[in-house]
């Protein structure tokens, strides 16, 4: 067996020392990874074609370089079939899948599955995946061993541990940069290497077309095996199909892609790299394929296998450089230098992506149960020692890789086993809404037991090998035949990937339907829900309001919902039955001025979906068929991805009466065609009081739709807050009214929004309604003059102290403050800055008093914001004390209407629902559901007499409307 020469292991090192030499530059000089996001993700400064080649050789790797070809060699070219699944694969993942990561933004691709099912679900799949992507780097770092092993007599041992530290070295060092330039470079030298063999091949028989000839001769040349035999080992249903879900698992959820295409700056630079990753694996896919054939002809009369000079057919090619090459220095270097890079290029995308996973989805949430944050700092230094752990734990790994027989066929079924159930998974929560946890968990276990059980079940039957000659060996050829095994483990690799993404979905969808669940009503230990992200490919499928499923206690509520927020339960109330769900776009579809004739339907393109075959709901049940208002109507607001901070918003306006009964009256007068955020309100105010059940569910699309279009903020599927939206609503309200107004008033007449001279425009609706009066009161003590200046509010904001009252605050609202230092106040009357004494007090009582609760303050030494959970009580009447000494109604006496609560720990975690007073009893709406509940239940939302940071449901908006008006 010729050896290497001193010029090919310079060519090795040149490897060896590039390689470990850009890891160098990106600590040193290229980043210096100062942050996890740098670390994992590149700042989301890459370029797209290193991106593109990284997708490509993270996974046509060493075990491609040796798999492929030597499969070409012995079983022919029908594998060459599979490159069609690429592009079957590719759209779909770029459009539909990449996009919801891309929304989500975190370094590990997981947190989607928290975010839409749950925990549990996140660390089962998580779990799943560090299994999976170690077995796999196993294969690929033995397979370079296998290379050295079969040519220069050095050790599986010494390479597999080499190897391992060379790679986790730079990828540990350098980070993900690191990771994708050294990708570029290793790609190269993959394709000059498997290029060698092809042209060496070529020189020696003639010729490209002599090799094809060859080929055809020994019966290698097959593309057209249309066999519907599952049996078959490869055939074009298997694989297509069974490639196609083979490399959509791979490129639409599997955390290393991914987290390649997320270190580009959007999302249409990550689909190009996508896109053009495609070309580049075809390419290099049936390059390889052709090498197969070019190392046939080199071999057709003395097949070394059948010889014994090798052991197994992976090492075919190891042999081939050596038998062609070795007469020139360095050329047999660069061909085990190629090798080695497809092995590293795997190896060190392993590294990051693990030590990504076990950071976000282990180490973080730990932290976070002490009530900690990690910072960035120790993130990157956790992070490091992640990846020399994992780095040190493929090398383990690694030694067991020989057991698992041939390469390709190991990494394909330990992808199939694994790959199938977990794209089944993330498609079950992106484009089945009605699926909950319960149902994901039982179909993602299952169906990976079932992937194992073929997969690993059984030793596999022998495959039949095409002939091979050993005419010139000296010996005669011996005939291999199958035995008996069971057919269902003869079965395609490529199937299981099949096998496992449809049997998840089955598994799941027939759990959803076998286990008829009860409908939990949440309040305290158990799991809120808020939605934070969704994606925009996906938009079209939240036209239909999701039918959401409840779980028992101590699982979740999941619908549309995906940002879950773990919230302490103190009791909870099952409901067997549910209000239909009205699917409608906020109102009829004809003009607004046009009036609705009688028994036309008041929502023209809402349609009932009537669940468990009920016609009287459990609130109906609740409040009594003899206690229920008349003309008074329940209905749910269903949540868009995130919405729940509009919904709950919506329900607390809605029952303040004086705003309702104004809003139903703009519908009733207003005769524009031109939709506005007001239209779309009046329109879905209209809908919920026209409707001819008294319950149910509606689907605020038109409203959401254009929310989205007028404020560029809300146009996402983030965190948002509630008192920002109510804000907003109601200033654009009163902006669209002074225009509309404007715009109605002939040339020449009178402006509504204020004449020429300046003066204010004439008050709207809205001012009637919400604003008050402020007058800050200032006294100079130095002569003892008072100025005061009025300010007008559509709410007042107040801090929270612990253990208080909403009187106590508001009276803390108008407390005395000097200013003095830095602060003083300009005296008009001494012409010069003099210490003061300021206060607010209120001059005007408005008819509806919105208090703002501040729950978020940013605390330094954290750098965020937290939210403060401190019990505040609200009283069901309030009489304000802080009224000035000419105030307009100082005796107006309020009740509390509705209260907006938030649910979580935090102002970007968490969840909105609502409570409201109508006629006498109080309603719980958190999102689509309605509930009764007692008015006791209102001291749950007072806050927490601890001063510990965890999750609790606070009121945060409080609705008084004046009795007077009632």
Known sequence: MATLTAADYAVIGALILISSGIGVYYWLIGGRQKSTEEYFMANKSMRMIPVAIGLMVSYLSAVSLLGVSSENYVYGTQYAVINISYGLATPLAAYFYLPVFFKLGTASTFEYLQKRFGTTTRLIASFAFLLQLLLYSGVVLYAPALALEATTGLSTTASVIGLGLICTFYSTIGGIKAVLITDVFQGLLMLIAVVTVIVTAAVATGGLDRIWQIAEEGSRLEFNNISPDPTVRHTWWSLTLGGFFTYLSLYSVNQVQVQRMLTVSNLAAAQRALWWSWPMASIMSLTLCFSGLAMYAKYRNCDPLTEGRISSNDQLMPLYVMDMLSDYPGVPGLFIAGIFSAGLSTISATVNSLSAVILEDYIKPLWRIRNKDLSATTSIIISKILALVVGLSCVAVGFLAQYLGGLLQAALTIFGVVGGPMLGLYTLGMFLPSCNQKGAIAGFILSLMFSLWIGFGQPKPPIPRLNVSTDDCGFNNTIMFRDGKSLIYTNSRYELHLHGGIGTSAISGSFRLIHREHRTRVRRWGIHVAANLSSRSILPLLSHPPVSSYATIGSTRRGRDITVEFVHVRHVERRQEAAPLLQCDDGPTSSPSAPLTDGEDALAECRQIPVNGTTISQLERDIGSDQFPPNEHYFGLVNFGNTCYSNSVLQALYFCRPFREKVLEYKARNKRTKETLLTCLADLFYSIATQKKKVGSIAPKKFIARLRKEKEEFDNYMQQDAHEFLNFLINHINEIILAERTQSKPTGGKCGAGDAAGSPP?????????????????????????????????????????????????????????????????????????????????????????????????????????????????????????????????????????????????????????????????????????????????????????????????????????????
């Open 762 to 966: 004439e008050p709207t609706w809205v001012h009637e309604i919400f604003q008050g009066i402020l007058t800050s009161e200032t006294r100079c003590l130095n002569c003892e003059t008072v100025s005061s200046k009025d300010e007008d509010f559509f709410d007042l904001q107040v801090d929270v102290d612990q253990n208080t009252s909403i009187t106590h605050c508001l009276r803390c609202f108008s407390n005395t403050e000097t200013l003095c230092s830095d602060n003083k106040f300009k005296c008009d009357h001494c012409s010069s800055y003099q210490e003061a004494q300021k206060r607010m007090r209120v001059k005007k009582l408005p008819m509806i008093l919105a208090l703002h609760l501040k729950r978020f303050k940013y605390v330094e030494q954290y750098n965020r914001h937290i939210k403060v959970s401190h019990r505040v009580v609200f009283p069901l009447e309030l009489r304000l004390f802080n009224t000035s000494d000419d105030a307009v109604n100082p005796d107006r006496l309020y009740d509390l209407v509705a209260v907006v609560i938030h649910c979580g720990s935090g102002p970007n975690r968490g969840h909105y629902i609502s409570i409201v007073k109508s006629h006498g009893f109080w309603l719980l709406f958190d999102d689509d559901m309605v509930d009764k509940i007692d008015a006791s239940t209102i001291e749950d939302f007072y806050g927490l007499t601890s001063d510990i940071q965890k999750s609790s449901e606070t009121g945060y908006i409080l609705f008084y409307q004046s009795r007077d008006c009632s």
